[in-house]
Structure formats: structure tokens, C-alpha cells
């Protein structure tokens, strides 16, 4: 599909999200609506390939990935319900409204504030904020088009404070607490492109902070990426202010370039426990 296709579908659901839609048709017909929906949907990692136009559109949507499975556990129940598939639809179909209809009645219900995890929600959005910032490039040159904008905060906590009130619906429980920010973090996590993740995850756990830097091959050795997709990868980082970037010796020509964590993604790593591991949620 061409990119100006996918901007207008996007500009779209971005509309439908935020409430109101209008459409005019050269019929001279104009459909408007105005409402609330959902959209839940499953996707490969390609999605990350379209993360910049997402991204420059306005992002909307929160992301919960599955990881790597189990091929041959999966295969050998694949084995055990062949012939059996229509059944197993109504059984899920039956199951997914018995588990929305518990939620019908909401009237009554109220949520308590927890000051400690309000404010490590705040910080995880405004990680998440820079690191999934897109820098458009040129795609003949990989010349940086512009300089980026971080998004506010407001609709990312909104989105994230949400998710933790359908959590604690579900958990039956009446507020947020460290066990409930350990699934927000993961999603919070999710949302980065997994490659950035990547990188950002490994330079944390290798301390690789104030005086400490890194050159480029190191950091494609320590995340196993090839050294020249590892480089756009630090020089986007960098333009969105998450790391700064030094010449191993400036008298020498064609030297290295080498990179550590700025002041501000270790305030925010660190304020957010963003990769802090936790035993109960999969990292």
C-alpha cells in the first residue's frame, strides 16, 4: 500500500479514536459520527516497519507482545484439535462474552489512587514519549528530515492509567499496585520498536552511563544487530535526546564514534523502573 494511502487510513482511526468522524463522498453526501469504539487486533513483528508513519500520525494504540513461543509445543496441540476447529471457535467465542458481560454494570465502582504508582506511571510515559519518537529519514540518503517533537504525556498516562483500570477490574481488586505497574511496564516497554529496545535495555545493563561510552561495534556485538542498522538506531536515539555521542580521538580522522545514556533517559530508566525485572511478569 502506498504511504499516502496508509497516512489517510491512519488520520482515520486516529479521528474514529479521538470521537468524531466525517466523511464526504463526491456524491455530495457527508456521513458523520461520533462515538467511542475499541479496536483489538494481532500482528507480526512487521508492525514495527510501519512504526514511523504510526508514530508521525499520532499514536493511538498500545502494544502487549507475546514473545517467542514454543514451535513444538504448539504444533503437537495444533495435532489435537484438527477437525475439531469450529468447535473450538463458539468455545473461545462463548468464553470472550462471558468474560465481557461480568463487565456490563460498572456503576458503583471507584478506583484508589496509589501516589507511588500514579508517579511511576508518569515517568514510564515520559520514557516512552522519547523513545518511540520516529525520525523521519530520506529513504535514498537516510538524511534526518527534520528535527522531532516528543507527544505530550497527557494521553499516554491516560491510555496507561486505563489499561491499569481494566487490570484491576479483572483482578478484582479496587486500586493499582506495584503488581499491576509490572504489566503497564511491560506494555509501556512494548511500545518502543524492538530494536530500539534492544539497544536502550543492553546500554542499561551494561552501565554504560555517564563516563562510561560504548562504540558502535560494541553495541552491535552486545545486542547481535549488524553495526550499520546499530548505528541509525544510536544516531536516532540521540537526535531524540536519550544519548549523548563522542569521538573516541578527535586528532585521529575516521574515529569511532562512541555513545552512553544522556541525563535524561537514566533519570527517567531509573524513575520509572522501566528495566527493573520482575519475577511475576515476563520481561
Do not use: C
Not at 489435537?80 to 473450538?88: C, H, N, S, T, Y
Not at 552501565?207 to 545486542?223: L, N, Q, S, Y
Not at 541509525?232 to 562512541?258: A, C, F, G, W
Request: hydrophobic fraction near 35%; glycine fraction near 8%.
Amino acid at each position: 500500500m502506498r504511504s499516502e494511502a496508509q497516512q489517510e487510513i491512519l488520520g482515520q482511526l486516529r479521528e474514529v479514536y479521538d470521537g468524531q468522524y466525517s466523511k464526504a463522498f463526491g456524491t455530495g453526501k457527508k456521513i458523520d459520527w461520533a462515538g467511542h469504539v475499541g479496536l483489538l487486533g494481532a500482528v507480526t513483528p512487521v508492525y514495527d516497519k510501519h512504526y514511523s508513519v504510526i508514530g508521525t500520525l499520532g499514536d493511538r494504540f498500545l502494544l502487549y507482545r507475546t514473545g517467542s513461543v514454543n514451535g513444538r509445543k504448539t504444533g503437537m496441540q495444533a495435532q489435537k484439535i484438527v477437525g475439531r476447529e469450529d468447535q473450538m471457535r463458539g468455545e473461545i467465542r462463548d468464553a470472550v462474552h462471558k468474560f465481557l458481560d461480568q463487565f456490563n454494570d460498572l456503576s458503583g465502582r471507584q478506583f484508589k489512587t496509589n501516589e507511588d504508582v500514579n508517579s511511576l506511571i508518569v515517568d514510564l510515559a515520559s520514557f516512552v514519549a522519547l523513545a518511540r519518537l520516529p525520525v523521519e529519514r530520506d529513504y535514498r540518503n537516510q538524511t534526518v528530515l527534520y528535527q522531532p517533537l516528543p507527544e505530550g504525556t497527557p494521553r499516554l498516562v491516560k491510555q496507561l492509567m486505563q489499561l491499569g483500570m481494566g487490570l484491576a477490574l479483572v483482578l478484582g481488586e479496587t486500586g493499582f499496585d506495584i503488581e499491576i505497574y509490572e504489566t503497564i511496564k511491560k506494555v509501556g516497554r512494548d511500545l518502543l520498536p524492538s530494536q530500539r529496545l534492544k539497544i536502550l535495555q543492553y546500554l542499561w545493563e551494561e552501565g554504560v552511563i555517564t563516563t562510561t561510552w560504548h562504540k558502535t561495534k560494541e553495541v552491535a556485538d552486545g545486542v547481535n544487530m549488524p553495526t550499520t542498522t546499530v548505528k541509525l538506531i544510536l544516531e536516532d536515539l540521540m537526535i531524540v535526546e536519550l544519548l549523548d555521542r563522542n569521538i573516541e580521538d578527535e586528532d585521529k580522522e575516521r574515529s569511532p564514534y562512541m555513545w552512553k545514556l544522556s541525563n535524561t533517559a537514566f533519570d527517567l530508566m531509573k524513575s520509572s523502573e522501566v528495566f527493573k525485572v520482575s519475577e511475576n511478569v515476563p520481561f
